[in-house]
Structure formats: C-alpha cells, structure tokens
C-alpha cells in the first residue's frame, strides 16, 4: 500500500513542512522538484496548489492532501473532510476572505455593489455569496496584487486575510466577512473507504494534530518537598493535573507538567519561591491527548 499525500505549494508550504516535522516526518523537497522525499516508505508526496488540491483528490489522483477549506468550497469538491488543521500562513490561526473597498469609496454595504467590479481569486465563492445577497455584479478573476486593482480596475476586492496588515497598509476598508478558513486534512472518497489508506491517513492525522497541540507549549519538571507541594500547585498551571511522582526521598516529590511557553519567564521565579527546586524547562513536539 502507497498513500499518495499531496502537500500544498505556494503560501502554505514552509509552514506545512514544519508541521509535519513537528509530527516526526523527514521530508525534503528537492530545487525545482514537484516530488518531495519522504522518510517514510509507505508514502509518496506531491507538491500542488492548494487551490487544486481539492480537485486532484476528488478525481483519484492523490489519495489524501492539505488545503484550505476555501479551496474546497471554491472547487465544489466531493472530497472526506478528515479534520481542520488550524494552522495558516504566518500564525496557527483561521483566514478570513473579505469584502474590502478603499478608505473613501462611496460602497457602505453589499448592496452597494449591484453593477459594480469585483476583483477576487475566490470567484465561484464570490459569484454565489452575492447572488444569495440579491446582488448582481461582475466578478472578474485576479491573478494576484489584488489591492492593487483598486480603485481604477475595480469597485471592490474580495481578499484573504490573516492579521489585516496589508488591507490596513492599502488603506482598505472591510465592508463584510465573506468566508472563513483554515487549513483541512481532505482524502478521496475511494481511499477513505480503503481500510489501509484509512488507518494510514488517521495515523498521519494525529501525528500532526498532536504537533499542532504542542505549538507555544513546554514541558516543565521540578523536585519539591512534600511538605511545599500544595505552594507549588497554587501558581503551577497545567494542562490537566500534574504528574506527581515519589523520589528516592521519602521527603521529596518530582512534580511533571506542560504549560504555555509564554509563561514559563513569569512561573519559574514563583515556582522557586514556592519551594521548587531542580526546574528543567523542555521543549515539546507532539501532544496526544
């Protein structure tokens, strides 16, 4: 059995191929080469658009892949949602595609657009978001630098954003959410239904949903006395409850937990004064619950 991952190039790759790193895959991609290598025998990787992707696994030729639950709603793809990845380009976080004008265009609402221009890569999901809305308007395809297009070569743009910088440095202004998006683990119907490929692509799931869960978050173990142990668990906040073990010590107790990254500079000085001794902070890759 060979499952035939698709892997999204563009925007989402390096972000991808630190996840799966993350997840404990080895791949490398090779200059110029749509074939990435993979450390794993049982898997054959391919780099594709994550706007075809969804394409590609509906008709059989990749078993399985990554892309953006925008693409698929885009290609009207009859694909298996195996689960949202919620990870994206510059942040482990949703897009949103949106509706945005220029600071002083005339445009205040949706109906505003009746007649008018509509830049956008998004034009299927655009075309039918509008006629919901009653609103008849030419949508026409951008091939990129879509902010660029306003105000001479259309009335509106319907962008993807993460964080609104760049609508912000274009001095754009969101009229409405069109769409929100993350990234989704998507398998052809046909290799769903294959019990190989279907265990193979649940092991590779939860590989990544567990790189995923262990993204800004460390482990942290330290030694205390029994006797200091409840001081320790007053300011030690933890994923659930921590691992609490006996030394050889009678006295004494090794104390197992994971926190957020960005706490550990503020609970490492309390945990000492609380009576903690022995602390050794340590990165994490994967988190299974």
């Known amino acids: 059995m060979t499952l035939r991952l698709g892997l999204p190039k563009g925007s989402l790759e390096t972000a991808t191929m630190d996840l799966f790193r993350r997840a404990g895959f080895l791949i490398t991609v090779a200059q ?3 074939f990435p290598a993979i450390d794993d025998p049982d898997i054959e990787c391919m ?8 394409r590609y696994v509906e008709d059989g ?4 892949g990554l892309t953006g639950y925008d693409w698929v709603v885009e290609n009207e793809a009859s694909v298996h949602t195996v689960t949202d990845l919620v990870y994206a380009k510059q942040s482990f976080g949703r897009v949103r595609w949106v509706l945005a004008v220029p600071e002083a265009s005339a445009v205040h609402s949706v109906a505003d657009l009746e007649g008018k221009i509509v ?3 998004l034009v299927g999901v655009t075309k039918r978001w509008l006629a919901e809305r009653g609103v008849t308007a030419k949508v026409e395809f951008s091939w990129g ?11 509106a743009i319907v962008e993807v954003t993460e964080t609104g910088s760049s609508l912000r440095a274009n001095k754009l202004r969101v009229i409405e959410v069109v769409l929100e998006s993350t990234t989704q683990f998507i398998a052809n119907e046909a290799a769903w239904a ?3 490929k279907r265990r193979k692509i649940e092991d590779i799931v939860l590989l990544l949903q567990g790189a995923i869960a262990a993204l800004d978050k460390v482990g942290l173990m330290l030694n205390v ?18 691992t609490i073990s006996h030394l050889s010590d009678e006295g004494w107790l090794a104390v197992n937990t994971i926190l957020g990254e960005r706490v550990v500079r503020e609970i490492i000085p309390r945990l000492k004064e609380a009576g903690a001794e022995g602390i050794v902070e340590f990165p994490l890759n994967k988190i299974v619950l």
């Open 225 to 242: 006395r029994a006797a200091d142990l409840g001081a320790v668990l007053d300011v030690l906040p933890a994923l659930r409850n921590p």
């Open 145 to 155: 630098a879509t902010e660029a297009k306003l105000p001479e070569l259309a009335d």
């Open 119 to 121: 830049a956008t890569e």
């Open 47 to 54: 780099l594709v658009r994550a706007q075809e992707m969804a």
């Open 61 to 64: 030729a990749l078993d399985c």
């Open 194 to 196: 294959d019990p190989a």
């Open 32 to 34: 110029r080469s749509y």
